[in-house]
């Protein structure tokens, strides 16, 4: 049977530094939307954190599936 190779410290530290970098860009991206969104339709501050919250939950996501790939090599 033939066994799983033990992830190195450089590709940890590369995947953690990924996994903020995601949660980081889906946060900027919802709040970017949300600006855009409360600007267009005039809403004062409704979308922007709403988009925020949902970029982070979005990056959370993004991270379980990337911790996910990392442990399957």
């Known amino acids: 049977m033939k066994q799983k190779k033990e992830p190195n410290a450089l590709q940890i530290a590369a995947t953690v530094s990924a996994m903020g970098f995601e949660i980081f ?11 855009y969104l409360d600007v267009r339709f005039g809403t004062g501050h409704l979308w922007l954190p709403i988009c925020a919250v949902a970029g982070f939950f979005l990056g959370l996501f993004s991270c379980y599936y990337t911790l996910k790939s990392l442990m399957k090599e």
Request: proline share 0%; aromatic share 10%.
């Open 25 to 35: 860009a889906f946060i900027i991206i919802g709040a970017l939307g949300g600006n």
